[in-house]
């Protein structure tokens, strides 16, 4: 099975702020198509994961371009250009490539 | 806008079958190109992908609990189910449903307690 090292896993970040969550696979992401099925899942106190980013870099309607994700292969970065209070939460990487499907163990972001 | 919604028992016996559905509304479950998941969540853990069905009726589910897990769809009601069997603690969990492709929504999750 693939796995997926997400670090930090505790943030404390100061509003307007960056932030930056890196993942790590111990394999390959990349598919026999050539696409790479990297996601990013945010999710806040109480509620559901609510994806954010797909395919590495794609943001997905409505979220926020402060959030950007970037990598190739196995390494990737989910990075928040300017955190706000709604953005605390738990953020989950997340690989579509291989079977089963796997997730990172989540970093908890929080306001300092 | 798809909308998703489990449903089940909160509360199943050791050794028991956990079984959730999850109603649909906002496209046909058989639509073509979709992809449908169960991903569970125990309580203050992480997430764990238990299977996959896509619009054509090929399932793929997680080595971990392949001899135990079943999802299967009901057009007719426009309704993702699944089946769980010999349950242990361990199985307690929030239980999603999701559709997974081509847009991304969830589903807000059943909490699933295996207790006696």
């Known amino acids: 099975d693939v796995v997926m090292t997400q670090s930090p896993l505790s943030l404390p970040v100061t509003l307007g702020q960056p932030a930056s969550i890196s993942c790590r696979s111990n394999q390959s992401l990349v598919y026999s198509d050539g696409i790479t099925y990297l996601n990013w899942f945010q999710q806040r106190p109480g509620q559901s994961p609510r994806r954010l980013i797909y395919k590495v870099s794609y943001r997905d309607s409505g979220v926020p371009d402060r959030f950007s994700g970037s990598g190739s292969d196995t390494d990737f970065t989910l990075k928040i250009s300017r955190v706000e209070a709604e953005d605390v939460g738990v953020y989950y990487c997340?690989?579509?490539?291989?079977?089963?499907?796997?997730f990172g163990q989540g970093t908890k972001l929080e306001i300092k | 806008q798809l909308q998703l919604q489990e449903s089940g028992p909160g509360l199943v016996k050791p050794s028991e079958t956990l079984s959730l559905t999850c109603i649909v509304s906002g496209v046909s479950i058989s639509s073509s190109n979709y992809h449908w998941g169960w991903i569970r969540q125990p309580p203050g853990k992480g997430l764990e992908w238990i299977g996959s069905?896509?619009?054509?009726?090929?399932?793929y589910y997680n080595p971990s609990l392949k001899s135990r897990v079943t999802i299967s769809v009901d057009t007719s009601k426009n309704q993702l189910s699944l089946k769980l069997s010999s349950v242990t603690a361990a199985d307690t969990a929030v239980y999603h449903c999701?559709?997974?492709?081509?847009?991304?929504?969830w589903g807000q999750g059943t909490l699933v307690i295996v207790s006696s």
């Open positions: 997340m690989q579509g490539t291989h079977w089963p499907y796997s």
């Open positions: 069905m896509y619009y054509s009726g090929s399932t």
């Open positions: 999701a559709s997974v492709s081509p847009d991304n929504y």
